[in-house]
């Protein structure tokens, strides 16, 4: 089963996103609504002592698994604190010429037909 | 438009039906999966039906074909399911028929409200990501439905994948119903739900199998019929000046070219874990030359010929291929960027040396 999961992944899934750590509060809400478990609650390493003398979570988000991440942004759109960040969009190359030959950004045309 | 014999548990007047928030076309366009009504205080909650029946999948058929499927929907609003009380779980779904099949045959034997958001008849997935599945309509629909006077708690079973369009932390605050975000598959609910709406990791991920896959392959095909009307045309050209033998060859060609539109729409979504590396567009180049050669040799084509016809094939599946990723639940738009750009061109120039290649082979017989 590993080897199946693992194929599922695509050339630059996961370049944009990010994460400031430093932000977390350790809630899990973007675990939970990861579709690919790409984060995963791991203990926070080097001290709990954030900024401005701010007591930081034992907590914090890791990203485990940057390739499988399809950028869809749930993951930041759920952040309480906007720790997490991702330039979501259509991730469909109908879309992203559809955006090229008009200049806009990438759309897919497919309007309200529910097509993908 | 036929007419919605509904039978309501307590009798009410037209009049007051068209009241109901969101119902006001209920009467004459309800649909058949509406079994009644059920009545709360002065408000009349159309019930849903947890059936499927000769009708709901004729029409899944028909959409899954690529016919009709912007106006495959359903009115949004609130629906009961089973006898739901003040107490009874709520589920939050998309008004595109075809989710509210899938969703609604899944609820047999269970009580709980449904409420439907308008996402233009739109699956829950792109409607999340074009963000008509949002926060704002979600508000918008708790507020015209009076959700909060109907039940006692402020909890929302949300479908896992609307998490890209609607934001928990805003909902909380915009309303004061808090997220819970339900499994990704409709057939995982009854189980999340006996388990106190707790998933398991399989719940919360997408797999894209097989099945799954195999599905977009009709959709895929229709789509295709311009390029497979191109292939058989070029078929028939390849068959000039019509000396003896062209019919042979015409066809050998229209199949072959036809043949490539075939395994980029159908093959390629079968195929798509066996085939090399994670870039789609080489998977497919890699798959339509594999068919361009199987075919060239099997019909025994003259070598210029076989190398030009491979080359064509190999440029549309690849193209195919990479338009599949509007498809799938795990590319990114990073990637599908990157690959659009280094494919074009390549693909492009494929096409056209494949069939001037193609052209000279045959106007010259190497
Ligand atoms: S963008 Fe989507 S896939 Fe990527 S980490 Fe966030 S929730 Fe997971
Ligand atoms: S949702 Fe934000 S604050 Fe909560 S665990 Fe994830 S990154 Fe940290």
């Known amino acids: ?18 994460l400031a750590a430093e932000l977390c509060v350790g809630c899990g809400d973007c675990v939970e609504v990861c579709p690919h478990g790409v984060l995963a609650l791991v203990d926070r390493e080097g001290g709990r002592e954030g900024a401005a ?31 997490l960040n991702v330039k979501a969009g259509v991730g469909c190359a109908a879309a992203i010429i559809n955006g090229k030959l008009r200049g806009t950004a990438p759309n897919c045309d497919c309007g309200d037909s529910g097509c993908c | 438009m036929q007419q919605v014999r509904v039978r ?41 039906s947890t059936r499927i029946d000769r009708r709901d999948r004729l029409g899944a058929l028909r959409v899954r074909l690529g016919f009709g499927r912007d106006r495959y929907r359903i009115l949004p609003g609130l629906y009961a399911v089973g006898s739901p009380g003040t107490d009874s779980p709520v589920l939050v779904s998309a008004n595109y028929k075809l989710s509210f099949d899938t969703l609604r045959r899944e609820l047999g034997g269970l009580d709980l409200w449904l409420l439907v958001i308008d996402t233009k008849g739109v699956n829950v997935w792109c409607a999340a990501g074009k963000g008509s599945f949002g926060t704002a309509e979600l508000v918008a629909k708790l507020g015209q439905c009076r959700l909060g006077d109907i039940v006692a708690h402020r909890e929302l079973i949300l479908p896992q994948l609307g998490a890209a369009g609607v934001s ?22 009854r189980a999340f739900l006996a388990a106190g709406k707790k998933k ?13 896959r195999l599905l ?4 895929e095909v229709v789509h295709a019929w311009p390029a497979l009307l191109a292939a058989l045309g070029l078929g028939f050209l ?8 062209w019919i042979g060859r015409s066809l050998s060609v229209a199949i ?11 093959g390629f979504p079968a195929l798509l874990f066996i085939l090399p590396t994670r870039s789609f567009s080489i998977k497919g180049a890699f798959l339509g030359l594999l068919w361009g050669a199987l075919a060239s040799w099997a019909f025994a084509l003259p070598l210029g010929l076989a190398a030009g016809l491979c080359l064509v094939s190999s440029a549309v599946v690849a193209w195919l291929g990479l338009n599949f990723t509007g498809s799938t639940t795990f590319t990114s738009p990073s990637g599908a960027a990157k690959e659009v750009e280094r494919t074009i061109w390549p693909a492009a120039i494929g096409t056209g040396a494949g069939l001037a290649l193609a052209a000279l082979s045959t106007a010259l017989r190497f």
């Open chain 2, 256 to 266: 072959i070219l036809a043949g490539s539109v075939l395994a980029g729409a159908a």
């Open chain 1, 53 to 83: 003398g701010r007591r930081l979570s034992s907590e914090v988000i890791a990203i485990l698994d940057r390739a499988a991440c399809m950028e869809c942004g749930a993951c930041a759109r759920n952040c309480p604190t906007s720790a």
């Open chain 2, 168 to 189: 928990g932390p805003e909902l909380r605050k915009e309303s004061g119903f808090r997220a819970i975000w339900g499994p990704v598959r409709a057939c995982d609910i």
């Open chain 2, 238 to 245: 390849a068959g000039l000046p019509f000396a003896p033998g």
């Open chain 2, 8 to 48: 309501p548990f307590a009798p009410l007047a037209k009049k007051s039906q068209d009241r109901v928030a969101g119902f006001r076309e209920l009467g004459s366009d309800g649909g058949p999966w509406i079994e009644g009504y059920l009545s709360i205080g002065r408000r009349s909650i159309p019930k849903v």
């Open chain 1, 1 to 18: 089963m590993a080897i199946a999961i693992k194929t599922r992944r695509y050339v630059g899934n996961g370049t944009s996103l990010e």
């Open chain 2, 200 to 212: 398991t990791q399989a719940m919360s991920r997408v797999n894209f199998g097989l099945g799954e």
């Open chain 2, 216 to 219: 977009l392959a009709p959709i």
